[in-house]
Structure formats: structure tokens, C-alpha cells
Nanobody, 124 residues
Framework: QVQLVESGGGLVQAGGSLRLSCAASGRTFSTYAMGWFRQAPGKEREFVAAISWDGSATYYAASVKGRFTISRDNAKNTVYLQMSSLKPEDTAVYYC?????????????????WGQGTQVTVSS
């Protein structure tokens, strides 16, 4: 079992940047593929980014490609989402997720563990 806690959300102006962190407890973190998802009010949860167990493979939603970067530091049991050039449409609750596989996916139902979410609000 793994416990995930997101942090780093907040209020930022359009064009600004935020760095989200996802701290994981558990001794097998380095073997887990990780993902970021988000959900805005009135909308369904959507894929944002994912990363393989060793960080060698990354995937991004088209809406964030070129603006967001996912990374991980297995020594610190932490996954990051660097968000730049933020837009009002990026406003959502962002969730960190983990699956007990080395291979990342873009499908939320394939992830078994979820954090509580952190709010990101981008003002215009």
C-alpha cells in the first residue's frame, strides 16, 4: 500500500508558474508508475501527465504539452508537476496517482492509489 499527499497548489495569475509535489509513503515507490490527473467543477476527471517507474518515459495531454513537465525523484519518494504559462482553463483540483506497475498509462482506472488533491486556481 502507498499513501500519496499532494502539495503546492494555490492561486496564480495567468502566465505564471506553480510546482506541484506528490509525496509518497511506502517502500516500493520506486517501482510504481505515477500520474497526474485533474478535475474542474462540472467536468470529468482528465489525464494530465504520467511517468514510468524510472522516469525514462513521460506522457502528456495535448492541452498541457510544452507547458507542463512531470518528473520524479525516487530517492525522495516524490513526483513533481512543473506548470508554466498557466491559463485560466488549467484551474482544477489536481490529483496524484500511483499504480503497481513500472509502465505508465493515461487511463485513470488503471491507477490504484490516489492523493486527496490540491487546488490550482489561475486568474485572468
Amino acid at each position: 500500500q502507498v499513501q500519496l499527499v499532494e502539495s503546492g497548489g494555490g492561486l496564480v495569475q495567468a502566465g505564471g508558474s506553480l510546482r506541484l509535489s506528490c509525496a509518497a509513503s511506502g517502500r516500493t515507490f520506486s517501482t510504481y508508475a505515477m500520474g497526474w490527473f485533474r478535475q474542474a467543477p462540472g467536468k470529468e476527471r482528465e489525464f494530465v501527465a504520467a511517468i514510468s517507474w524510472d522516469g525514462s518515459a513521460t506522457y502528456y495531454a495535448a492541452s498541457v504539452k510544452g507547458r507542463f513537465t512531470i518528473s520524479r525523484d525516487n530517492a525522495k519518494n516524490t513526483v513533481y508537476l512543473q506548470m508554466s504559462s498557466l491559463k485560466p482553463e488549467d484551474t482544477a483540483v489536481y490529483y496524484c496517482a500511483a499504480r503497481s506497475s513500472s509502465t505508465a498509462t493515461v487511463i485513470d482506472r488503471t491507477y490504484s492509489y490516489w492523493g486527496q488533491g490540491t487546488q490550482v486556481t489561475v486568474s485572468s
